[in-house]
Every structure is written in structure tokens, then in C-alpha cells.
């Protein structure tokens, strides 16, 4: 196993910290940013992919969460349920489906700044 982490350019200390500050039990409210998805297929909980409904993927909450997403700069809020993983760029923490994404912003905006919250 060391083997393959440190391949991955991992450590058991990083994966450590990372169950630490990446519980999805500890998801207070979580101010980043978020973008959206077309992705088509398949989710990673094995559902259909379908931009008409309101969900969502985080890197680390369970699937069947539901949160609230608050667009920081118009208040506007959505609550999707989590269905997938990711995003996996730097400094987002939710990508959104285009439908629950023009709820809280244009989509031409691309990236809004936001804070996540369980519902």
C-alpha cells in the first residue's frame, strides 16, 4: 500500500489530514466556489447524469446529502442533492447541474463564489 500512495504522490500523514478536514460530518458551511457540469453517463453513485435536476457533486459527501448552495453575491439559494464526485479543480467545492446552477446564476458566469450548507 505505501508503495501505491507514494506513486500517487500521497502520504499516510496527507490522507490523514485530508479525512480530518474533509469530513462530511463536520460540514458546518463551506464558503468556495462553484461551477457547473454536462457531463452525460453515469454518476458516481450510478445514477443517470441528467442536467434537468437538481443535484450536485462534492468530493466528500455521502451520496443522498441535500444542501443548500448560496450564491454569495445575490443571495440567490438552491438545494440539491449530492450524486456525484467532484469537482476537481482547485478551490471549488460543488459542481452543479445547469439547471440547479441558472437557479443561483446565469450560466454565461461560469464560477460563482458560494456557501454550502446541509440541510
Request: glycine content about 10%.
Amino acid at each position: 500500500m505505501p508503495k501505491i500512495l507514494a506513486a500517487a504522490g500521497l502520504t499516510l500523514a496527507s490522507l490523514a489530514a485530508t479525512a480530518v478536514f474533509s469530513s462530511p460530518v463536520a460540514l458546518a458551511a463551506e464558503t468556495c466556489k462553484a461551477s457547473y457540469y454536462d457531463g452525460g453517463g453515469t454518476t458516481a453513485s450510478g445514477e443517470r447524469f441528467d442536467p434537468n435536476k437538481l443535484t450536485a457533486a462534492h468530493k466528500t459527501l455521502p451520496f443522498g446529502t441535500k444542501v443548500k448552495v448560496k450564491n454569495r453575491s445575490n443571495g440567490k439559494t438552491v438545494t440539491v442533492r449530492i450524486n456525484d464526485r467532484g469537482p476537481f479543480i482547485a478551490g471549488r467545492c460543488v459542481d452543479l447541474t445547469p439547471k440547479a446552477f441558472k437557479t443561483i446564476a446565469p450560466l454565461s458566469q461560469g464560477v460563482v463564489g458560494v456557501t454550502v450548507t446541509k440541510v
